[in-house]
């Protein structure tokens, strides 16, 4: 039944994003990328996911710089009768360009972004520690939500990668 399917898939004009593996132009692409400093505890939990996921260190001239600006916020709800908050939300939004390093032009200007709610407990303890583990989980969220976009532009836009 699948061997029956290949030339349909093969008409519709779908493409593997990430074919020939690691040696394939959007590999090579993104291992062109450096990633910016990006400020904070924040900044640097989802630049570590950043770098952890593009695999490769650029090289010495890197083609791509990848700027990135954060926005981190808790924000309570779920409020009793007596003004204490029983949920929280965190979200991190992040505003990343990648810019061609050559030329200084905005290749990319997007922005990626993740929720997740916190139970409230008595124990403070556990609310940092659920806190920081929300902040953990988000940043590798976004870091995996900005190297998808950077692969789709590397692929669309066709530029085969510098030695």
């Known amino acids: 039944m699948l061997l029956a399917c290949m030339p349909i ?8 994003l990430y074919a020939g593996g690691g040696s394939g132009p959007v590999a090579k692409g993104l291992g062109q990328v450096e990633v910016g ?5 924040n900044g640097w939990l989802v630049r570590t996911a950043l770098l952890d996921r593009l695999g490769v260190a650029p090289k010495a001239s890197p083609r791509y ?9 808790i924000l309570g709800f779920g409020v009793q009768q007596d003004n204490t908050v029983t949920r929280e939300r965190r979200t991190l939004r992040a505003r990343y360009k990648l810019v061609d390093a050559a030329a200084g032009t905005v290749l990319v200007d997007a922005t990626a972004g993740s929720d997740a709610g916190i139970d409230v407990v008595t124990s403070e303890y ?9 902040l953990e989980r988000l940043s590798g969220e976004v870091a995996d939500q900005i190297i998808a976009r950077l692969a789709l532009y590397i692929q669309r836009s066709g530029a085969p990668p510098q030695p």
């Open 37 to 41: 400093a990006i400020g904070g505890k």
């Open 65 to 73: 710089r990848l700027e990135v600006e954060l926005n981190d916020q």
């Open 9 to 16: 898939l093969g008409g519709c004009g779908l493409h593997p």
């Open 126 to 134: 556990a609310v940092i520690a659920a806190e920081q583990t929300a």
